[in-house]
């Protein structure tokens, strides 16, 4: 005779937990969040007379590095998105302390086709703010994305004019986020606003002729200058994405700071034909500002009207007038960047920490 006894299973489902949070979020004075556009660097012409110009075929065609395919352990992360960094004995990004992986751009921020002279590209900035003091300034990696999950890179470096002939790389440009945008490339600088750097000019030097940190190098062309505004608390520019889902395309920038509480996010509408943002007597203002309470925010893009902001416990934020703030904690297991948004694939974003370099896709309808 068997005997069955009754077992009662207490069962503990593990799941994500979305929250959902009072955050302030609240709607400020456009006219206080505004951006003063510069001329075109002349020094651009002399150095295309004197330099290699190469386009973006001529690095796809020298890419030096593999990317190796791998698999964070991250929420809805839509598989087989992810990869790292090379991690040789002489040549290793994946733990370097020198350069950490910060922004990230795609063709398909680039362009609605999602292709950039026919190559599908991801572009992310690195900073070297513990190198050198900072003196190499900021990289840009080339990742050509492959058939299946062949991708391979090279670095770029990102420098200015110097003189009439000459450029240099730009200190301490930390270059917390990117968006590429036709041919330009905008990469926020913490506290002066954004950078914009021309891939039309991107040119091929000898390793000998200057800091040995990369063979190209791509040219600062024209800049957007914080205003200050007495009353309004100094903007940070610490990451930046593109909304290409709302008309017209925009720009999203967003500050992080570790305690402050009225940390803001800033829309500004881009002019698809000149690949420029809108201005007004040399003026972009922001098309939408808003404060938002939460610290600690490493990224932040806006899909059909909906914000994603990225945090630095690991945790997705989002946010409509509608639903108000959910917070789903646990999605990363490290310290999540900058985002960019690809339609028909993902929201894609990174982590930084030496040793756990991954850049990777979620599926943000899943949020
Ligand atoms: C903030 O502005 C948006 C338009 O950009 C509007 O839809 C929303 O209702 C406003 N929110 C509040 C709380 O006023």
Redesign the pocket.
């Known amino acids: 005779m068997s005997l069955f006894f009754k077992v009662i299973y207490f069962v503990l489902l593990f799941t994500n937990f979305a929250v959902s949070t009072t955050a302030a ?3 400020l004075t456009l006219s206080n969040y505004k951006l003063k556009q510069t001329g075109y660097s002349s020094t651009i012409a002399n150095l295309d007379k004197a330099l290699p110009n190469v386009k973006l075929a001529t690095i796809m065609e020298n890419l030096n590095h593999d990317n190796p395919g791998t698999a964070p352990k991250v929420k809805n992360l839509l598989a087989s998105s992810g990869y790292g960094w090379k991690d040789s004995s002489n040549f290793n990004d994946q733990d370097t302390e020198k350069w950490y992986p910060q922004g990230i751009s795609t063709s398909a921020d680039a362009f609605d086709s999602e292709k950039y002279e026919g190559y599908s590209v991801q572009l992310i900035s690195w900073h070297s703010d513990h190198y050198d003091d900072g003196k190499r300034g900021a990289r840009i990696s080339f990742v050509k994305q492959g058939s299946g999950r062949k991708k391979k890179y090279r670095h770029v470096l990102l420098v200015r004019p110097k003189g009439d002939e000459d450029f240099e790389a730009i200190k301490g440009l930390h270059a917390g986020g990117i968006v590429w945008y036709g041919n330009l490339l905008y990469v926020v600088d913490t506290t002066s606003g954004l950078r914009v750097f021309d891939l039309n000019h991107i040119y091929s030097v000898d390793e000998s002729i200057k800091n040995k940190a990369g063979k190209s190098r791509n040219k600062y062309a024209r800049s957007y200058d914080w205003q200050k505004k007495s009353g309004v608390t100094n903007m940070r520019f610490s990451f930046i994405s593109l909304d290409r889902t709302t008309t017209p395309d925009s720009l999203i920038i967003g500050e992080y700071h570790a305690e402050r509480t009225n940390c803001r996010l800033l829309r500004f509408d881009a002019d698809y034909k000149t690949r420029l943002l809108k201005t007004s007597s040399g003026i972009a203002t922001a098309s ?1 500002a808003v404060q938002h309470g939460n610290t600690k925010i490493q990224g932040a893009t806006s899909i059909n009207g909906k914000f994603f902001l990225t945090q630095s416990g690991g945790s997705l934020i989002t946010h409509t ?1 509608k639903d108000r703030q959910k917070k789903t904690t646990g999605v990363f297991p490290k310290v999540p960047e900058d985002l960019s948004y690809e339609k028909d694939v993902g929201l894609w974003t990174l982590m930084e920490q030496p040793g756990y370099r991954h850049v990777f896709a979620i599926d943000s309808s899943k949020f």
Do not use: C, F, Y
Request: glycine residues 0%; proline residues 0%.
């Open positions: 979020w609240k709607n939408q007038w």
